[in-house]
């Protein structure tokens, strides 16, 4: 599955819009990640554990997103963006969006 954040894929043209797509996850981190990313906040610096956990969350809202265009029938989704919020204070959730569509070489 091609997964692009631009309008065209390169030497394809898109044959059928199938629609919006999308994948969605929300994580939090254990209680021991959380006491490890507060005792790091209080020196400063990058915050390991939540960068980790951010990286995967993306990752699987990517392969949610994949799983959810398939379903469609899609061979491709255009216009890929993230979105993020938080959730209370120990929750993030991560959505990945975009237009599922089928599309052909030129």
């Not at 044959?15 to 020196?43: D, H, K």
């Not at 989704?77 to 938080?86: A, G, H, N, P």
Request: aromatic share 4%.
């Amino acid at each position: 599955m091609i997964v692009v954040t631009t309008e065209n894929v390169a030497n394809h043209r898109v044959r059928e819009t199938l629609g919006q797509c999308f994948g969605v996850v929300v994580r939090s981190r254990g209680l021991c990640g959380n006491i490890m990313a507060g005792l790091r906040s209080l020196v400063g610096g990058e915050i390991v554990e939540y960068t980790r956990m951010l990286e995967e969350a993306r990752r699987h809202a990517v392969d949610r997103l994949v799983a959810n265009a398939t379903m469609m029938g899609a061979n491709a989704v255009t216009m890929m963006r993230f979105d993020s919020s938080e959730m209370g204070q120990t929750m993030s959730e991560v959505v990945a969006y975009g237009t599922a569509v089928i599309i052909e070489p030129v």
